[in-house]
């Protein structure tokens, strides 16, 4: 998503009120007298500011004669200071005849400028006989916002070169603006004009003119300074608050969150956007800009959040706060956001609109693609592309390159790389060449990688021969020639790259060894010029190589030998005395004759014979059951006491168990060999305070 850049502050337009005094003609003597008050009441107004009493008074003059030229031009300038500029324009329209461009151009072309009729206003001025200062400085006003910036410049520097008022500051600070657009939006390196900047506009202007120039470090500091002179002026000032301070510091800090953006901080940049956000400023333009960046941070994510913000986009007065690069940036990330969104029919009006206002434009085309894509719709992409692509050649590269990102997302390798050689002017680049030959030996197709190799080695041949590409792209060659047993072809660009440096050993063994296969008399002759074994070889530290970090084996330090240890280096030819190895104890009850159980380690409930427990079957269940029931018959259906039941574990403290299996040593009294004999009272501890036989 393109992203908005805040645009350099322009101060408004001046706009002087003088009234005249004395009147137009009256008829009888009263009328005379009366209509001399009225001027003076008008006069007096006029200096309190009181502006709306002063037109009531104009009015009552204009009854008396209405083609006054005075008070029709009192009451113009009355309508403009309350803020009626329709209405003051409709005079001026009216009264044509009395009102000519000469007595009241300026007025006319500042409510032409005020009410966004910028090219009427450009009319205008130019139109008028005599250029005064106050046209002058509004002509620099309208130029800026043509976005003539050339024209502008000259425009200021005109004004400042030949005025010597009380608004030279807000001259130099315009002229700054001006600067800072060029660097913004049409990549001029800024000319330094030596103004001393003493004032948060001018700092803030420097820094928007450094971020053009993509030194974000450089204007991250002068906004900090520009804040910092910001508080200081607004300080000073006991009548204004700490809100009307942070409304004004609000468009600082969004040039800070965007150059954090853009240095990839976005979670800081999101933070002071949000920030900004909740101050409410009065200024849409700030906003949209702000509302706009967020929405390229979020992406195809947090798209609920991006669906309200793209509301503050679409604010009254926004189209005539921004430039015109800054208005398309915000469509084309609506067209965006509605193809996120699966807003197809949104997605594709927006498109369509952006590319007629801008038919040469890629974004508007490229959008159409994607969601066409997003539709399953790869072949309509791709025809869309290319019509594109044949309508403007001088775009035709990037398109391209996205028709064949296409192909390849369809499986299409071999029809990608058709595509992507079609490309003259890319044909030679490394980029190109490296990923034509990864997708030719992906289709294993190795002589069309070879023949881009060769295509791109003639180009530089012809064009930048022995440059460092050349060079490194015959050296590819080679290797990928070698790789694939190619080395007939290879010996060719191996004898190139030898005679540009024949003390390269290595390219060196390559031809020697692509050569035996070829031609073997050539290969000794080749292998004379291969430096001796004495030469070549290496003088490496053992000792230091086998201690590094990296070894696997590390020989140990020998340390000072003393007491045992110089005995043992004194005995080591002695032969080493076997140790006996120790008869396991065996437990007491230990039955040779019987073959010990092979579960005996298994718990119980994991031995092949465990039959589980029957719980709550107690032999004698007094009060139980039902009235008149016995329970004599009960050892009689107890199917573990008859003779064809296997034996189960002895259940302890069970006399008849113990009989029943005098001769078998139960499972918990079989030790293994070389089992501990002191541990034989804590197993039986266990086994007096264990339930279920564990």
Known sequence: MAVVRQPPPLTPARFSSRFRDGGGGGG???????????????????????FSRALKSVNKILQISKDDVTALQCKVVCLIQNGNFKEALAVINTHTKVLTSDVIAFEKAYCEYRLNRIENALKTIQSASQQTDKLKELYGQVLYRLERYDDCLAAYRDLIRNSQDEYEEERKTNLSAVVAAQSTWEKVMPEDLGLREATYELCYNSACALIGQGKLNE?????????????????????????????????????????????????????????????????????????????????????????????????????????????????????????????????????????????????????????LCREKQHAKAVGLLQEFADQHPANAAEIKLTMAQLKIAQGSVTKACMILRSIEELQHKPGMVSALVTMYSHEEDIDSAIEVFTQAIQWYQQFQPKSPVHLSLIREAANFKLKHGRKKEAISDLEELWKQNPKDVHTLAQLISAYSLVDPEKAKVLSKH?????????????????????????????????????????????????????????????????????????????????????????????????????????????????????????????????????????????????????????????????????
């Open 530 to 694: 291969l430096p001796s074994s004495d030469t070549m070889s290496l003088k490496v530290d053992v000792d230091a190589l086998e201690n590094s970090h990296g070894a696997t084996y590390v020989r140990k330090k020998a340390g000072k030998l003393t007491g045992d240890n110089q005995q043992k280096e004194q005995g080591q030819g002695d032969v080493k005395k076997k140790k006996k190895k120790k008869k396991g104890k065996l437990p007491k009850n230990y039955d040779p004759k019987v073959t010990p159980d092979p579960e005996r380690w298994l718990p119980m409930r994991e031995r092949s014979y465990y039959r589980g427990r029957k719980k709550g079957k107690k032999k004698d269940q007094v009060g139980k059951g039902t009235q008149g029931s016995t329970t004599a018959g009960s050892s009689e259906l107890d199917a573990s006491k008859t003779a064809s039941s296997p034996p189960t574990s002895p259940r302890p403290g069970s006399a008849t168990a113990v009989s029943a299996t005098s001769n078998v040593i139960p499972p918990r009294h079989q030790k293994p060999a070389g089992a501990p004999a002191t541990k034989k009272k804590q197993q039986q501890k266990k086994k007096k305070g264990a339930k279920g036989g564990w």
């Open 219 to 371: 204007a991250m500091k002068k906004l900090q300074k520009a804040e910092e002179l910001c508080r200081q002026s607004l300080s000073e000032d006991s009548d204004v608050t700490e809100e009307d301070i942070e409304a004004e510091l609000a468009i600082i800090h969004g040039q800070m969150a965007y150059i954090m953006q853009l240095q990839g901080r976005t979670e800081d940049a999101l933070q002071l956007y949000n920030q900004i956000i909740k101050l409410k400023p009065t200024d849409v333009g700030l906003l949209a800009v702000i509302a706009n960046n967020i929405i390229t941070i979020n992406k195809d994510q947090n798209v609920f959040d991006s669906k309200k913000k793209v509301k503050l986009t679409n604010a009254e007065g926004v189209e005539h706060k921004l430039s015109k690069k800054q208005l398309q940036a915000i469509e084309f990330n609506k067209a965006l956001l509605a193809m996120y969104t699966n807003q197809a029919d949104q997605c594709r009006k927006l498109s369509a609109s952006l590319q007629s206002q801008s038919p040469e434009h890629l974004l508007p085309v490229l959008i159409q693609a994607a969601q």
């Open 28 to 50: 009888g003597g009263g009328g005379a007298g009366s209509a001399a008050a009225l001027w003076s009441e008008v006069n007096r107004c006029g200096q309190n500011g009181d």
